[in-house]
C-alpha cells in the first residue's frame, strides 16, 4: 500500500467542488485516511512548497495557498502516487485528459484545483505535513 496527499486547493473549496472531488477519490477506489479544512498561513504555504522556492511562480503559489480554507486529503491505495497523478490530470488543467480532475474543475495551470504527490516518499512526507500518526490510525481503526 502506498500513501499520497491530495490538497483540495482554495480554488477547488471556493468553487464548491470538495463533494465532487472527494467522489472521484472514493470511486477510484482510494481509502481517505485523514480529511480536514484548514487554512495555511503564507509561511506554512511556502513551507509546504519549499522546493519551489528558486521558481518564478512561488511568491504567486505561495499567496494563492494562503488565500482561503483548503482541504487536506490523505490518502491509500495499491500504486497511489501514479493512480492519483492519472486522476488529477496535468498540472496545466488546458492540456489535462478528459475526465480529470484539473480538466473538469481547475481554471489555469496556477489554480488547478488540487495537489499530487509525485513520488512515494513525497506522498508519506507530505501525508505527514498535514496528518500525525496517532490521527491516522485513529481514522483506520
Ligand atoms: N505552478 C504555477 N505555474 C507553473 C507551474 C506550477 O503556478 O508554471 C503551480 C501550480 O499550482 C502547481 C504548483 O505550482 O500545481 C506546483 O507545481 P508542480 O510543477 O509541482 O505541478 P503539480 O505537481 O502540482 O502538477
Ligand atoms: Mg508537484
Given at each position: 500500500m502506498q500513501r499520497t496527499l491530495c490538497i483540495i486547493k482554495p480554488d477547488g473549496v471556493r468553487s464548491n467542488n470538495v463533494g465532487n472531488i472527494v467522489a472521484m477519490i472514493q470511486k477510484a477506489g482510494f481509502r481517505i485516511l485523514g480529511l480536514k479544512m484548514i487554512r495555511l498561513s503564507k509561511e506554512q504555504a511556502g513551507e509546504f512548497y519549499?522546493?519551489?522556492?528558486?521558481?518564478?511562480f512561488y511568491g504567486e503559489l505561495v499567496n494563492f495557498m494562503s488565500s482561503g480554507p483548503i482541504v487536506p486529503i490523505a490518502l491509500e491505495k495499491d500504486n497511489a502516487v501514479a493512480d492519483w497523478r492519472t486522476l488529477i490530470g496535468s498540472t496545466d488543467p488546458a492540456e489535462a485528459a478528459e475526465g480529470t480532475i484539473r480538466k473538469l474543475y481547475a481554471a489555469s495551470k496556477g489554480e488547478n484545483a488540487v495537489h499530487g504527490s509525485d513520488s512515494e516518499e513525497n506522498g508519506r512526507l507530505e501525508v505527514a505535513f498535514f496528518f500525525s500518526e496517532s490521527e491516522i490510525a485513529a481514522n483506520t481503526l
Amino acid at each position: 500500500m502506498q500513501r499520497t496527499l491530495c490538497i483540495i486547493k482554495p480554488d477547488g473549496v471556493r468553487s464548491n467542488n470538495v463533494g465532487n472531488i472527494v467522489a472521484m477519490i472514493q470511486k477510484a477506489g482510494f481509502r481517505i485516511l485523514g480529511l480536514k479544512m484548514i487554512r495555511l498561513s503564507k509561511e506554512q504555504a511556502g513551507e509546504f512548497y519549499a522546493v519551489h522556492k528558486e521558481r518564478p511562480f512561488y511568491g504567486e503559489l505561495v499567496n494563492f495557498m494562503s488565500s482561503g480554507p483548503i482541504v487536506p486529503i490523505a490518502l491509500e491505495k495499491d500504486n497511489a502516487v501514479a493512480d492519483w497523478r492519472t486522476l488529477i490530470g496535468s498540472t496545466d488543467p488546458a492540456e489535462a485528459a478528459e475526465g480529470t480532475i484539473r480538466k473538469l474543475y481547475a481554471a489555469s495551470k496556477g489554480e488547478n484545483a488540487v495537489h499530487g504527490s509525485d513520488s512515494e516518499e513525497n506522498g508519506r512526507l507530505e501525508v505527514a505535513f498535514f496528518f500525525s500518526e496517532s490521527e491516522i490510525a485513529a481514522n483506520t481503526l
